[in-house]
């Protein structure tokens, strides 16, 4: 499967974006989804990971309250709104696609295909 990030930009703190996750292949609807961060200097993080169905989702706790990640299995997209948005939350956000096999999915090691990141710079 092949994974296209969009919809970052700069933004003011306090405002909203929302990424979208283009993804080919027509298996999309059984893959956990997850989003994770990148910041300048610093290793990649987990954001927030939905279940095929979008039954379930899990999201850091940096982010808890502010971020919604949703699917759109017809679309074959995931997104991520991201709302009041901080400084720290700059980084460049990567989505990626879980076959199976995985726990929480909320490590890295977990997924199987990695978009390409799209950067978010939120200024003070």
């Known amino acids: 499967v092949q994974l296209q990030a969009s919809g970052g930009g700069l933004v003011q703190a306090g405002g909203f974006l929302r990424l979208s996750c283009a993804a080919s292949?027509?298996?999309?609807?059984?893959?956990?989804m997850g989003w994770f961060r990148q910041a300048p200097g610093k290793g990649r993080e987990f954001v927030a990971r939905i279940t095929w169905s979008g039954g379930s989702t899990y999201y850091a706790d940096a982010v808890k309250g502010r971020i919604t990640i949703s699917r759109d299995n017809a679309k074959n997209t995931v997104y991520l709104q991201m709302n009041s948005l901080k400084p720290e939350d700059t980084a460049i956000y990567y989505c990626?696609?879980?076959?199976?096999?995985?726990?929480?999915?909320?490590?890295?090691?977990?997924?199987?295909?990695w978009g390409q990141g799209t950067l978010v710079t939120v200024s003070s």
């Open positions: 990626a696609a879980g076959e199976g096999g995985g726990y929480l999915y909320i490590r890295a090691e977990e997924y199987d295909y």
């Open positions: 292949g027509r298996t999309f609807s059984s893959y956990v």
